[in-house]
């Protein structure tokens, strides 16, 4: 049985476009696994600190010498890395923020990169421990960035391949609702997007 987590990180609400797309996505998947599980965390709804001193010095302290206070510091990093860990298949919602992802997906990411749990340091460097994952990006943006002049400016698809590659997350498929305020664009641009969902 999958068990599927879909993380949101828009902040647009009901307006979201990758929002339905990561919602087209999520019922493909249910589509092909129909006893799966689905955990949906909206980003934007619980309060992500930024990665900040208090909370980056208990990522190095062993479980059993924290304090009651560092425990509480570090109980939503936690949470969030076992729910990662827990997931088969996740589908991240990256809408584009002034060409790149929104704060709360940054601090999410900052939030699940640990040191000795989702990755540690081998012979030959760093080794990603959140394997046997599937990862859907749904993307969505205003501009153009997959071709043509804005494939220049494409931070976003490069940039989540490498870094949850570097944790482990190698398997995975990006689809873009793309060119969300391109006239001629715009009006085909989310259909276009659920039309391209194919899930392996
Ligand atoms: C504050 C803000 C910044 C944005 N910056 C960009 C940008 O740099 N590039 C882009 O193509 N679109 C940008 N957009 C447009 C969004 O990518 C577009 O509205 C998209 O639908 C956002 O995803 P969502 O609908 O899931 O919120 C921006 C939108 C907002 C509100």
Avoid: C
Avoid at 67 to 75: H, V
Avoid at 151 to 162: C, E, G, H, R, T
Avoid at 189 to 200: Q, Y
């Amino acid at each position: 049985m999958k068990h599927i987590l879909h993380l949101k990180s828009s902040i647009q609400g009901k307006e979201s476009y990758s929002i339905k797309l990561g919602q087209a996505i999520v019922e493909k998947v249910q589509d092909k696994y129909p006893d799966s599980t689905l955990e949906e965390l909206n980003l934007v709804d619980i309060d992500i600190p930024h990665l900040n001193p208090a909370v980056l010095r208990t990522f190095f302290i062993p479980g059993d010498q924290l304090t009651a206070e560092e425990k509480e510091t570090i109980r939503l990093s936690d949470e969030m890395v076992k729910q990662l860990l827990t997931a088969d298949i996740i589908v991240i919602g990256a809408p584009l923020i002034n060409f790149t992802i929104p704060t709360v997906l940054k601090a999410w990411i900052d939030h699940i990169t640990r040191a000795g749990i989702t990755f540690g340091y081998g012979e030959n460097g760093p080794v990603g421990k959140v394997t046997g994952k599937k990862i859907y990006v749904a993307m969505s943006s205003g501009g153009v960035y997959s071709q043509g002049p804005g494939k220049a400016n494409d931070f976003v698809a490069p940039y989540l391949k490498a870094f949850l590659g570097f944790l482990g997350m190698t398997d995975l498929t990006i689809f873009r609702a793309e060119g969300l305020k391109v006239p001629e664009v715009k009006e085909h641009a989310m259909e276009k997007a659920i039309n391209s969902i194919r899930v392996d």
